[in-house]
């Protein structure tokens, strides 16, 4: 009982990391509505960035600094020459236009980092801790806190702030929002730096777990089935729906996996997903789409 | 200049339906096809003929199944490698286990394969629409690359798991060289494409586009969306399937589960992009660019310097080229390559007066 | 050309529609007879779209009957009720902007079609005879409707009241028994207006069809129809011939205003 309990929560704390991901993905879906398919390139190039200045002897909070810095530039570069242009065109058509740009980021990360593997120690041991006669991995409880507590930072910029407020409203209605008067360009900068600071925590606890290296970019598309789960537009279903797979990605490769095989997790949050859009079509938190004819 | 076009009416309905309404163009499609069937056979080298022409062309009718589904039907998918690694792995099956099939025959069967395993990935269009639909279309990406290398049934259980393909032969005569290959490519990728030129103008093809632009008017105006959307995900596996068949028979002679992964996917999501969706001419385009602009890349680089840019670099300077261009194509020409065909052509009907 | 006045093309019976708790139509019964224009009006939320969408299957009411060719239809949705010979167009317009006014005029001629899709695909059997059939009716709309410069234009590229036309030839190409129009002059200038209505009125004499049209501009109302029902709130406030109902007090003062 005390092994489905440790599958359990180390999925749990799994699903912590895949909703930090996911998190990023709403923000900008929120802001600008669309898809970010580049977020994941942007984990990486935010990941990639801070640790090969860690290596080359750069003080970690300046390289934190620098890293971000990056992300702010990226931003006001995507929104110059990918959103402006395409503001009226389907989603469709911004997503795809995501997809190109994730590859424009990962092609100059690699580029200019290069592509090996680069190990990242955050200073955090990874001996497991004894809790209820469970071996739980004391890095994934500091990824758990520090998810918790982006949120809740995150959750105090958008309700609390006037940043907040503006952000909504472009969320809501981007036209009824200009002519209120807020600067569209301005949120739409703001927010996907945010999203590219989420991004470079993300990448960082991804990082020290997995090595820096270019798979980090695949675990973009997990967050797919996070969102739809959780819904496009809610933080709170990023973080519910990324438990759920984390969770039942981890139980099927064990409880499963000695029947039909390993590396079911490659493809079982998919197959739940699916499963979970044919009966609720717009998520567990996400907004109905009401269709006026 | 080129183009007289005085004297050259329509009479009948059905003149008017010709895809070349004009007499010039159609005599070029023929000469083209000349070219196409007898010179370049003949007087093609072996590097061209495998390393080039062979792909483009498999290439170019893999785009033209993704491009039936989302291009002409709306509906977006990310598992179009899939649905060709069913159809190359269903024609090898068929071969090696079912003795003395005629070779089309077995290519027809594994589209048939593929179509119903994309039929069934199809299914969730019929409640889920637009952009969610993409999750369905990722599930078959992974679940059938997860499939195929997990059960070794579909490689004929062999240890590495990788499997070379059968000879070719049809009606006795053996197609294993280059020139062979390509012949057997040229004419099923014409078949298929006459096909599908059929398909875009019937009903069908208006039932597509209708339920593209504006399902729920379609639905009113009496267009079953279930059949509709179902078709275009069983058509469209079945093109992908006997395009993924000749991937792995006339191009590679291997058959394994890593050429059809997810970046294959998008490879032929960026064909149709920079082709052009919902046209056939742009996937020829696409894929042209696709297979020529890496050879064009290393050329360009060897001839800078030695050593300026590596080998490794190369490969990233491609893929932010690729990326960018992408985003170039949807915001400047987002009907891709087809349209800027077309408006050249328009000119040239005009040359050298300008309207 | 002679009409029964006593056949009844469209019976609705104590309908009633509501959206999560807000009452859009509230108990409306009339009736259509065959071959007449029958005009809805109403201010604002009245209710007349959503009756529209009710008739043509894309909303189903929570009560109420609907007899239609003296057949009770249960539960059908909107493409079984296309079958049955409605066509409609729409308030914004849904035309299907990636193809020209000729497809969109041929799609609505989709159920006219018997061959099958593979016959097409391999241009055999019936593929080639019927598109030839199909393209004569399509341009027999066209014709009608004098749409004929437009033939080859994207839909997208016409200027708004030509859209609108083309999508009444699309509604038209399906020779229905029964047309419905939601706003068909909206937007319009008076010199357009004339030509709609005269093409509404040509649909209803020369081909017989019956019409039932949502329409602000009571001119117009008055003017071309032969039954007028009233609605406001979701209820019917009005029913009878134009000029019966322009002088019901009810109508008067919840819709064509009163005097102070």
Known sequence: MEFFFEVLIGGLLAGVMYALVAIGFVLIYKASGVFNFAQGAMVLFSALTFVSLLERGVPFWLAF????????????????????PLVNRSPITLFMATLGLSYVIEGFAQALWGAQVHGLDLGISDEPLELGGMLLSQFDIFAALTAASLVALLSWLFNRTRLGLALRAVADDPLAALAVGIRLQRVWVVVWTVAGFVGLVAGLLWGARLGVQFSLSLVVLKALPVLIIGGFTSISGAIVGGLIIGASEKLAEVYLGPFIGSGIENWFPYALALLFL???PAGLFGERAIERV | MFYREAGQFNTRYAEDRRVFALRQDRHGLAALLLVAFVVVPWLGNDYWLSAILIPFLVLSLAGLGLNLLTGYAGQLSLGSAAFMAVGAFATYNLEVRVGGLPLLFSLALGGLTAALVSLLFGLPSLRIKGFYLLVSTLAAQFFVTWTLTRFGWFSNDSASGVISAPRLDIFGVNLDAPAGRYLLTLTVVVALFWL?????????????????????????????????????????????????????????????????????????????????????????????????????????????????IDAGQVENLQKMFFGALIILFLIKEPEGLARLWQRLRQRARLWPLRY | MTRTAATQLLELDNISLSFKGVKAITDISFSVAAGEICALIGPNGAGKSSLLNI????????????????????????????????ARTFQNIALFKGMSVLDNVLTGRNLKRRSSWIEQALRIGRAGREDDSQREAAERVIEFLH??????????????????????ARALAAEPRLLLLDEPMAGMNAEEKQLMSRFIVDINRELGTTVVLIEHDIGVVMDISDHVVVLDYGRKIGDGAPDVVRQNPEVISAYLGTRH
């Open chain 3, 55 to 86: 008739i043509s299957g894309v909303y189903q009411p929570q009560r109420g009957r609907i007899r239609f060719d003296n057949r009770e239809r249960r539960g059908m949705r909107a493409h079984d009720v296309a079958v049955r010979g409605v």
């Open chain 2, 196 to 308: 599908a030129k059929n398909l875009v103008r019937s009903e069908l093809g208006r039932q597509w586009m209708a339920v593209r632009d504006m399902d729920t008017a379609a639905a009113v105006i009496g267009i079953p969306l279930a059949k509709t959307k179902l078709l275009a995900f069983a058509i469209s596996g079945f093109y992908l399937g006997v395009a993924g068949a000749l991937w792995a028979f006339a191009y590679l002679g291997t058959v394994e589960p890593h050429g059809f992964d997810l970046n294959r996917s998008f490879q032929i999501l960026f064909i149709i992009i920079i082709g052009g969706l919902g046209s056939l001419l742009g996937n020829f385009l696409g894929a042209a660019f696709i297979v020529l602009f890496p050879v064009l890349l290393s050329n360009l680089v060897s001839l800078l310097p030695g050593g300026l």
């Open chain 3, 147 to 168: 749409l004929q410069p437009w033939r080859d234009a994207w839909v997208g590229t016409l200027p708004y009241g030509l859209q609108k036309r083309v999508e009444l």
């Open chain 1, 65 to 84: 600094l620098i890293s971000l810095v990056a992300m702010l530039l990226i931003a006001v570069a995507v929104e110059r020459v990918v959103l402006r």
């Open chain 1, 278 to 280: 044919l009966v609720r």
